[in-house]
């Protein structure tokens, strides 16, 4: 406690995903990652005997695991895994929402380029339930296409348009986060190499400890 203030660490940031019992999704590899900074994970799939592709979604109760949880993360390869998974993700998010949890959601290119399009639409279609979207190197390029914006304007279109509090990306290759928030835009290189979901383990654990506006987010950006 400093002057009289309860203060955070990443040991108090605590976030629940969903994502392939396999474990080979982005939703598990942000959650393994934000794990090793500190964070409290719980990683939610379907039980050993089942299908994921149409395991009973319905037993997922939503509200308990989201209760009190700073992020539910969600990556878009889900949405692809088959009714069962798409109808969990998106129940995850009406309730997750509920309870106050924050939704994270990353959108990479699918194995089949051709699925981007339902892949975007699901997004777009649930966009005001997201508080941090992120799109990998490869997906700003396919959506600047399908969007017909350009790749430089993209983050900054889909913010004004979706209102999403958080839109980012990470260019490992350069070292350059960017993000466009409520309050403005950030570019700015980082100190470390780093894998782009490690970026955004990074940014999502420090986001909630940081200090609001412009400052704070660059502050978590650099963490």
């Known amino acids: 406690m400093e002057n009289g203030l309860i203060t955070m660490s990443i040991s108090d940031i605590q976030m629940v995903a969903f994502g392939n019992p396999l474990k080979n999704d982005n939703s598990y ?23 994921f592709s149409s395991f009973n979604h319905g ?3 939503w509200r308990k695991m989201t209760n009190g949880i700073h992020w539910l993360v969600n990556s ?8 069962s998974p798409k109808s969990a993700l998106g129940a995850g998010m009406t309730f997750g929402e509920l309870e106050g949890a924050r939704m994270v959601m990353v959108v ?8 981007m399009v339902k892949v975007w639409g699901f997004v777009i279609n649930r966009i005001r339930q997201i508080h941090v979207l992120f799109l990998t ?10 969007e017909g914006v350009e790749v430089a304007d993209l983050l900054k279109e889909i913010r004004n ?3 999403v509090p958080h839109v980012c990306s990470y260019i490992a290759d350069e070292r350059r986060a960017l ?3 409520s309050l403005g835009s950030i570019n700015v290189v980082t100190n470390d190499t780093l894998e782009p ?15 609001s506006g412009n400052l704070g987010v660059k502050s978590a950006c650099l963490s």
């Not at 979901?197 to 200090?211: D, G, H, K, Q, V």
């Open 179 to 181: 993000v466009e928030h």
């Open 29 to 51: 590899d942000l959650l393994s990652k934000s794990k090793l900074l500190g964070a409290k994970t719980n990683f939610l799939t379907c039980k050993d005997n089942e299908s």
């Open 108 to 115: 990479d290119v699918p194995d089949d380029p051709e699925d």
């Open 137 to 146: 190197s490869e997906a700003l390029f396919a959506i600047s296409k399908l």
């Open 76 to 83: 878009t390869e889900t949405i692809l895994s088959g009714i």
């Open 59 to 61: 037993v997922i109760d």
């Open 161 to 163: 348009r979706g209102l």
């Open 197 to 211: 979901l490690e970026w955004l383990a990074r940014f999502i654990c420090n986001l909630p400890l940081s200090e």
